[in-house]
């Protein structure tokens, strides 16, 4: 059998019973050298996966930094359409060049806007300036998943509208 230590306070009992948790440990026959490690990623991690990871809904968007890459873009109900946001060097969350392609055809490019929520706002954007027809296309926000960094995986979007958010709302899915 090996060595055991109780666990200090402040880490791994967070969320469940501390007797459940020795218990486990002692049954498990792991060393106090691997406990130790597990305890500390635990602790390390335990901060980040609470803050930005999840759903965020319309009011609830304080970051866009996240936004550069390529994803599925639903604009088009039966279009197999990507998009890519890339960031300008010095506007990391603000505006950058976007490029809309189906296949190996662009479609659409030019460049973005994106502004998160605030007061005096309301909700979050996106502003699409094609380079051709200058007349932008403007996207509300309605909510996004992020990872702990605040990186996107999912968008719900929905079209402007003259008197609003016109729906139903379409996805726009990171591929990469």
């Known amino acids: 059998m090996t060595s055991y ?7 791994l009992e967070k969320e469940v019973d501390v007797k459940t948790i020795e218990n486990a ?16 990623q635990f602790n390390g991690v335990v901060g980040l996966t609470w803050g ?11 970051t866009l930094t996240g936004l550069e890459g390529t994803y599925f873009w639903g604009e088009k109900p039966f279009g197999l359409n990507y ?3 890339t960031f300008a060097p010095d506007k990391a969350g603000v505006e950058g060049a ?16 994106s502004v998160p929520n605030n007061p005096a706002i309301g909700w ?8 051709i027809q200058q007349t932008p296309r403007v996207f509300i926000i309605s909510g996004m998943v992020t990872d702990p960094g605040w990186k996107i995986s999912t968008l719900l979007l929905n079209h402007v509208g003259h008197s ?3 729906l139903p709302a379409f996805p726009a899915i990171r591929l990469f």
């Open 124 to 131: 979050a954007f996106i502003s699409l300036v094609p380079e």
């Open 25 to 40: 440990i002692r049954a498990g026959g792991l060393p106090v050298s691997s406990i130790d490690k597990l305890d500390s």
């Open 52 to 62: 930005a990871t999840g759903w965020h809904g319309p009011t609830d968007i304080q």
């Open 83 to 85: 998009i890519t946001f």
């Open 98 to 113: 976007y490029k809309i392609t189906n296949g190996w055809s662009v479609v659409e490019e030019g460049i973005f806007h």
């Open 164 to 166: 609003g958010p016109a």
């Open 5 to 11: 230590r109780p666990l200090k306070p402040g880490s």
